[in-house]
């Protein structure tokens, strides 16, 4: 596609359940990055993916955590037993290699209560 | 591993008047790159720098890399109320352990009174 393209784009789930997240990167780009952004805060790193690559977990803030990605394509973040400090916003990114331009999706809302 | 810290975290100024965000980085850098965030929208990339002492300019937006490739800088000179938003940079650069990675500021939020 055009972008990198991120669903669902809202998501209100109940404390304790389990949501997934997909992304879908730009066709050719070898890295993909997610990131979490709670309101009005920074950026914060989850995971890299570089091709066949063993992904860069280090960002992920607890085992609840976890991402996968089918070769160089599409990506999926779960959030197992969510809890309300899991509200954020949590954006996909794409790029060629690591030291290229990153472009970021649309993002993933996602609201526990 | 690499930091990066970004001042000042908000600025709010009158329309018309300057604007300066800086970057420092714990280490050396590959290279930096400068994203905006537009309230409630995703970081779009401004511009990468690459080279030591570089300067890059787009339109009133003047970016600097610094000599030692550990610092930058956005200028944004006399603020419209379109450049609202939140500016972070992004070093690339070596992590240890053989690594390379890309490190996001906190970014600075602007804020432009009419």
């Known amino acids: 596609g055009a972008g990198v393209s991120q669903s669902p784009s809202n998501k209100v789930t109940e404390k304790g359940k389990d949501v997934e997240l997909r992304c879908d990167p730009i066709?050719?780009?070898?890295?993909l990055y997610w990131y979490r952004q709670r309101l009005g805060q920074g950026l914060e790193f989850l995971i890299y993916?570089?091709?066949?690559?063993?992904?860069?977990k280090s960002g992920l803030p607890s085992d609840r955590f976890s991402a996968e990605r089918t070769g160089e394509s599409v990506s999926t973040l779960t959030i197992q037993r969510t809890q309300q400090e899991d509200s954020a916003v949590y954006l996909c990114?794409?790029?060629?290699?690591?030291?290229?331009?990153?472009?970021f999706g649309e993002g993933s809302w996602l609201t526990v209560v | 591993g690499q930091q990066v810290m970004q001042i000042p975290q908000y600025q709010h100024v009158q329309e018309g008047e300057d604007f300066t965000t800086y970057c420092n980085s714990s280490?050396?850098?590959?290279?930096i790159q400068w994203y905006k965030q537009r309230p409630g929208g995703h970081p779009v990339f401004l511009i990468q720098?690459?080279?030591?002492?570089e300067v890059k300019k787009q339109k009133r937006l003047t970016f600097q890399f610094g000599e030692a490739k550990k610092n930058s800088s956005l200028h944004i000179t006399a603020t419209q109320t379109t450049d609202v938003g939140t500016y972070f940079c992004?070093?690339?650069?070596?992590?240890?352990?053989?690594?390379?990675?890309?490190?996001f500021g906190k970014g600075t939020k602007l804020s432009v009174i009419p």
């Open positions: 280490t050396t850098l590959s290279n």
């Open positions: 990114a794409s790029s060629l290699a690591r030291e290229n331009t990153i472009y």
């Open positions: 066709s050719g780009h070898t890295a």
């Open positions: 720098l690459v080279k030591s002492g």
């Open positions: 992004a070093g690339y650069g070596y992590s240890g352990a053989g690594s390379y990675q890309l490190t």
């Open positions: 993916f570089q091709g066949n690559s063993a992904p860069d």
